[in-house]
């Protein structure tokens, strides 16, 4: 899919400003290419490539932190379990709210491609993610909570 991509750490900008870098905060280093990510067509989602990649979701209504309910999405890397090897990993899961960054989370090879987020009460819209295997590139999904 055609996105912006900043050129320091690679964060996809979907709501297309391409102005600081929420990430690295760098300034004014976005550059937009055709093969940003890749996003499911469920239909030809058939591969064995696509299934170890495309994150799935699991939304879990008012959970959480005691006394303070939230929405906890849970998201793991792949229909069949992506590999965790120093030479082929999931290295980051960036979530979003409706195109708004709001959370990335790095991986190393020692940990299994799953993450959860904890989001207020109340949030509604489109939750996005977009992870990124070090021999693959990144894949995208989303869930309408």
Aim: charge should be negative; charged fraction near 25%; glycine fraction near 8%.
């Amino acid at each position: 899919m055609k996105g912006l991509i900043c050129k320091i750490c690679g964060y996809v900008a979907l709501d297309g400003n391409r102005g600081q870098c929420p990430v690295c905060h760098a300034k004014n280093v976005f550059e937009e290419r055709e093969d940003a990510y890749k996003a499911p067509d469920f239909k030809a989602a058939s591969g064995e490539s696509e299934k170890k990649h495309i994150p799935s979701f699991a939304v879990i209504q008012e959970r959480g932190i005691p006394g303070n309910g939230c929405i906890d999405v849970h998201v793991k890397i792949g229909e069949i379990p992506h590999p965790a090897l120093p030479e082929h990993h999931i290295t980051e899961i960036a979530f979003y709210v409706d195109n708004k960054f709001i959370s990335n989370v790095m991986l190393t090879a020692d940990i299994n491609p799953a993450v959860v987020v904890h989001l207020k009460s109340g949030t509604k819209g489109k939750v996005q993610v977009i992870e990124n295997c070090n021999l693959h590139g990144k894949w995208y999904n989303e869930v309408e909570i």
